[in-house]
């Protein structure tokens, strides 16, 4: 009897560990919702810097990332931001770019000018919107 119950325990053990090997070979998709809503130049160069140093940790075919700007953060997405020709590279990465709506209505009222995005970037209603959907599709949030 001894001997059946310490088979038992042995085969359990195998099929454990190799359940386990499998779960840690299979890659995760990580998925990531960076906020931008502040016109500060080192803030959103940081935003860029987390979603470059994301894909080189994970792979690019292992993170979904997605940067959604709001309110004075649009500049990012600008054809006249510091950050214009980054940002379009970026896009070009699997990297997602999304543009607040209402912000680019609200600036374009209040200042009579054309608001013009980067190729790449989408736009989306509302900026906070698009995060909380993110976010509920269980990508993880990000402020820089």
Avoid: W
């Avoid at 359990?12 to 016109?39: C, P």
């Avoid at 209402?102 to 209603?125: A, P, W, Y």
């Amino acid at each position: 009897m001894k001997k059946f119950f310490k088979m038992v325990l042995i085969m359990l053990f195998i099929s454990f560990t190799s359940v386990n090997a499998q779960d840690e070979s299979e890659e995760k998709i990580h998925k990531v919702v960076i906020q931008v809503s502040t016109d500060d130049l080192r803030t959103q160069n940081i935003a860029l810097n987390n979603a470059v140093n994301l894909q080189k940790l994970y792979g690019l075919d292992n993170v979904e990332i997605e940067i959604v700007a709001y309110g004075p953060g649009l500049t990012l997405l600008t054809t006249k931001g510091i950050h214009n020709k980054r940002v379009e590279s970026l896009a070009l990465q699997n990297i997602e770019f999304s543009a607040c709506s209402n912000t680019i209505k609200n600036i374009e009222r209040k200042f009579g000018t054309k608001i013009v995005l980067l190729d790449g970037v989408q736009t989306v209603t509302a900026g906070v919107a698009r995060i909380i959907e993110l976010q509920e599709e269980g990508y993880s949030y990000i402020r820089p």
